[in-house]
């Protein structure tokens, strides 16, 4: 007989394992995160090396480019799960699924969002950026990546085992990051002008604090209508 | 025994509204409804364009060219209130699992759609000769580009699954997020930038305008109403024909 667990160590195993698993697949983890270096290595090839450009250009290159990534990693949340039917037992299992979501999406942003956070700073120099508007671009994408994996996970759950699927997640989901892309450039390009980022950081704090009551609810929603 | 007779008789007595959530009752009363609203809406749109164009007097700072408010204004107007009817239809197809109500959200989405892209390319026809420009990154006119991307969205996955079922209800689940995520979409655009005029009418005070004009858009706003309604109906019967073509009530007649 297995000993019954706590919902609290089960919701530490579902985490531990989906970093587990996406981990053991380390050249998915490693091409979103090249992706993004890549993609953003180009605007400066198309717009010409003018310091004063780059700069002015930095927040949104960055912002959009994180913004893709994510959404290029969003499949994976939910799709091994569905196809060997793991996703399935946990639905059917009597564990609170909302929160159970909660953690698979934040497995996810472990290793989509946070590796990001960290090189961004790297690429912002060399787009010219400096000390403060480093700092808050690093803060305001260690937010906003969450809020993107959090609303990226309805899309992913509502189009779960869809054919065409990577398109789609794009026109779900792309506008529904605006918020997130507005408010967390907008942080970076406020102390580049010289005033408080803290406006643009509370309002992008709000928007996160939503998705994390409000994501996991819908897209634990999704996931039963795409299983039943 | 008896008890349950005389419930029955004044639940026969009764109005039951209820009845007109079946398709098999619906069909008839939307067809019914149609004409109506087809009429009035015909009736009303020429009257508001015949107060918008020939009444109205013209604007002393924007010349003729603000005539177009009377289609712009009512069409921004009804493509945010129809995806807001469309997410509050699908909702009640969730909650109630009622067939109908997913019909209905299926046929608001192309006509809210329509209203997007004719308060989109209307907005951008006003906006050239007044801001010199075909496009201008302003809150509402991005707002309403947002919204078509969002009706584009709802399309989108509707027409992905193969499912019925599971297509009516992902796409609701995917409209009352779009839903919760208009307001807060048009306010951060808002923050990003406000260079529209202000709002010219408003509820809370005197709107700004001349009597006629109001008229001529109230007239308007209402013949779009009545536009939206027939025109859904008749798509809704439509999708009750495509979708029960086998059942027994479509041979009755």
């Not at chain 2, 107060?51 to 107007?77: C, K, M, N, S």
């Not at chain 2, 026809?125 to 009706?151: C, H, N, Q």
Request: glycine letters at 8%; proline letters at 4%.
């Amino acid at each position: 007989m297995k000993k019954k667990l706590s919902t609290l160590s089960v919701l530490y195993r579902v985490l531990a394992r989906d970093i587990r698993v996406a981990l053991r697949r380390q050249s998915d983890v490693a091409a979103v995160f090249f992706f993004f270096i890549i993609a953003a290595s180009l605007f400066p090839l198309g717009s010409g090396a003018d310091p004063k450009l780059l700069k002015a250009m930095a927040p949104s290159v960055l912002w959009v480019t994180a913004l893709l990534s994510c959404m290029l990693s969003l499949s994976r949340i939910y799709a091994s799960d569905h196809a060997d039917g793991t996703l399935e037992q946990i639905m059917l299992s009597n564990q609170p699924t909302v929160l159970i979501v909660l953690m698979k999406i934040l497995a996810h942003w472990a290793l989509s969002g946070l590796p990001l956070v960290l090189v961004a700073p790297l690429i912002g120099v060399q787009f010219n950026l400096s000390g403060a508007e480093l700092q808050t671009l690093a803060l305001s994408l260690l937010m906003g990546t969450l809020a993107l994996s959090l609303i990226g996970s309805i899309g992913a759950a509502l189009t779960l085992g869809i054919r065409g699927t990577g398109v789609l997640i794009a026109i779900l989901v792309l506008p529904l990051y605006i918020p997130v892309l507005v408010f967390g450039a907008g942080a970076v390009n406020a102390v580049s002008i010289g005033m408080s980022a803290n406006g643009a950081l509370s309002l992008l704090g709000a928007v996160l604090a939503m998705a994390l009551v409000f994501s996991p609810l819908a897209s634990a929603a999704a996931l039963s209508i795409a299983l039943e | 025994m008896k008890n349950i007779d005389t419930k029955t008789d004044l639940q026969r007595l009764k109005f039951n509204w209820l009845q007109f959530a079946s398709p098999k009752t619906f069909y008839p009363l939307a067809g019914k409804i149609i004409p109506w609203c087809a009429a009035g809406a015909a009736i009303l749109i020429a009257y508001g364009l015949y107060l918008g164009l020939l009444v109205a007097p013209t604007d002393f700072q924007q010349g003729e060219g603000y005539r177009i408010i009377f289609v712009h204004v009512p069409a921004a107007w009804f493509s945010m209130f129809l995806y807001l009817l469309m997410a509050l239809y699908a909702g009640l197809g969730l909650v109630l699992n009622a067939r109908l109500s997913y019909m209905m959200a299926t046929a608001i989405a192309p006509t809210g759609a329509m209203f997007t892209l004719v308060a989109l390319v209307t907005g951008s026809l006003w906006g050239k000769p007044m801001w010199g420009a075909w496009w201008v990154w302003d809150a509402r006119l991005t707002s309403e580009l947002i919204l078509l991307f969002l009706y584009i969205g709802y399309f989108s996955l509707k027409a992905a699954i193969d499912d019925k079922n599971r297509a009516d209800k992902a796409s609701a689940v995917l409209a009352i997020v779009g839903a919760i995520n208009v307001p807060i979409i048009y306010f951060s655009v808002k923050w990003w930038n406000t260079l529209h005029q202000g709002a010219s009418v408003s509820l809370t005070q005197a709107p700004a305008m001349a009597a006629v004009m109001l008229k001529g858009m109230l007239v308007m706003t209402i013949g779009f109403w009545l536009y939206s309604i027939a025109v859904v109906l008749m798509r809704v019967r439509a999708e009750i024909l495509e979708r029960d073509s086998k059942a027994a009530m479509l041979r009755l007649d």
